[in-house]
């Protein structure tokens, strides 16, 4: 199984350069797994609109483990970005997508000594309060 986003071949896809991107923008905010059955993914990831880019953070709230994002872009339609989770070093690929309001899809592509994995998800926007 190929990954849609392969980091290990070098890959990085086409990506439209200067697609600028503001606070409003629908993935903008914190993302969690909308439904977990194994209970084990506690990762969540914040996206923010930084200079008119998207910047991307993680971070394992069971432990409080911040994870190492690289490789971020957008094509206007997907938002691309590696992780690696510094204890096991795992690395993964990740593409996330809004779809309804508040919701989106989003494929994570990994290697292990079993091969080549990809999973897809549904994942909801984390909603916040404001005072």
């Known amino acids: 199984m190929r990954a849609e986003y392969d ?19 629908p993935l903008v905010g914190t993302w969690v797994e909308e439904e977990n059955p194994i209970d084990t993914t506690t990762v969540v990831y914040t996206i923010t609109a930084q200079e008119e880019r998207f910047c991307v953070s993680g971070m394992d ?5 911040l994870l190492r994002i690289s490789d971020v872009s957008w094509d206007r339609e997907k938002l691309h970005f590696v992780s690696l989770f ?19 899809n989003h494929t994570v592509s990994y290697s292990d000594e079993y091969g080549d994995h990809r999973v897809d998800e549904l994942w909801k926007k984390r909603l916040t309060l404001t005072r």
Do not use: I, M, W
Request: with cysteine.
């Open 61 to 65: 709230e069971s432990d409080g483990v």
């Open 86 to 104: 510094p204890p096991t070093h795992h690395k993964a690929c990740h593409a996330l997508q809004a779809t309804e309001e508040g919701r989106a």
């Open 7 to 25: 980091f290990s071949a070098g890959a990085r896809g086409k990506y439209v350069k200067n697609v600028k991107v503001d606070s409003s923008h």
